[in-house]
């Protein structure tokens, strides 16, 4: 391997002005392309949005011969050739939807190097004939999209990432690029050994998103907090909204559609067809909210997604970051939404608790499941202890979450504590009986129900001391006891039962700090006005009309051409279009993401739709 020349410097930043209208690299992607077109083999992690793909591009255009890019991602490969090809690139793919005469061309073109890319799926690579055909063309580099679906403990995981190994076997001499966003060190560690790229340079990009301002809400009526978040914040903005189940899926998918609101549900359960319609709907059209489990959304690069709003507790924050990174690619204001409460730490307990595998499988769901309790519980800023999650500290507070906007209070818990405490040990010494938090809490409150009588309950030395405290209070107590590992589910019935640490707050040798909810938490009162607002938020009104005639110009134009709006332009772009409002062709090429090839074609028809606001 050789140290990259001023030349190919040069070159690599000519490409990326040229072709890709940017001014400038961001983060590390000079780095990884100098290191790329020198022919070095690197790891790249890089957060969603944090531009990996041109890590990639810029050496498959500098570099001699045809980069072959693995993807698992079949769905979104016409996507990604279309965006490339928008830009004048010559990209395509090989995969098992084309029929024959496509794949005839595109091997043919390959053969003959009038590729600058070439997208296939990992189980292509396992086939005799595709690396035949890789034999009789002139390969520049591999590049390992989403590498870790290399990983067997990730959730991704494709068994034919495993055998991409026989790259580096195959084509020694052929410099290989992983990327992923997945950011710890044991997946990364992984991901070098599985694909043999220990001799790999590693580029470990921030993960800090700072557009995305981070919430995590008490869930009260969960759909209802949506629909307003939707309403006051996003109104017309594209979106995701993330839930455990199918079924929950469809019903909050129905219940935005009855308010008014375009959603569209996406979930294994439905047939492939309906799904891949929903996706291509939800990439195509503007301002779309999809209801999703999910195994919606690796490799979405849809920029102009404006929030990802979560109706359950996500079972990692390695997860939880990923879904939430799909929000604001573009750089733009976006929100990352998470509604918790008490149901949602019982039900995942109980899955860990009653979940298939071993001691050790359970114990290392546990551990995922706390640090997302603890980022939930926080009351330190959200996006500094996210980082840390991920090795990054130095942050203090970053100005642009709940817990910086509007910082909560402690309070000393240890009595109410002692009180839910006693009752479950009560209950489980004195009667041998377990219950699930509403019933304790009803006995703490004095409640007559029809269980409390039935069994006798009020007779309880506990029974009604807890009515300093309102219902809603106590499951916060129950909650962060849970969260904390002070109080713990049992079986099946989601039942309270002690753990050790118990005894210490019981025996008075602990005390324990709880976070009062906020009444309200940070909405539109506090917010500044956003929504479809968002990107034009600080426009002045007649930037703003420019603005939207330039996003009917493109929603016009990209359903003529069947491809994504954001292929045509992105908002961030359309955005800076009607602020500067270039005159001439030599203007508004000095825009962000207008290159040579877009410019040609659209530059004047944009010009035109400034000239007249008709
Ligand atoms: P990732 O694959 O890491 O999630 P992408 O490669 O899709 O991210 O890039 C995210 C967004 O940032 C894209 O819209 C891309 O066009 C834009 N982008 C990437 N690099 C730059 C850059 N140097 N300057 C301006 N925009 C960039
Ligand atoms: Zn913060």
Redesign the pocket.
Known sequence: MSSPTDLDTADALGV?RRV?G?????GC?QEVVEHVVAGGDALVL??????????YQIPALVRDGVAVVVSPLIALMQDQVDALTAVGVRAGFLNSTQDLDARRQVERAFVAGELDLLYLAPEALGTRAVPQLLDRGRISLFAI?EAHCVSQWGHDFRPDYLALSMLHERWPAVPRIA?T?TATSATRAEIATRLQLTGARHFVASFDRPNIQYRIVPKREPRRQLLALLRDEHPGDAGIVYCLSRASVDKTAEFLVANGIAALPYHAGLDAATRAANQQRFLREDGLVMVATIAFGMGI?K?DVRFVAHLDLPKSVEGYYQET?RAG???LPSTAWLAYGLQDVVQQRKMIETSEGDLAHRRNLATHLDAMLALCETIRCRRAQLLEYFGETGTATCGNCDTCLEPPETWDGTVPAQKLLSTVYRLDRERNQRFGAGHCVDILLGKQTDKISQYGHDSLSTFGIGGDLREPEWRAVVRQLLAEGLLAVEGDYGTLALTDASAEVLGRRRTVTLRREPERSVSSRSAKPRGAATVVADLTPQATGVFERLRAWRAATAKQQGVPA?VIF?D?TLRQIATDAPGSLAELSRV??VGENKLAKYGEQILAVLADPT
């Open positions: 990326l890709f940017y001014d400038a690299f961001r992607q890089m957060p969603t949005g944090g531009g990996k793909s041109l890590c999209d990327l966003a690069d920029p990174g690619r573009d750089g954001y992105h961030a962000s993401g």
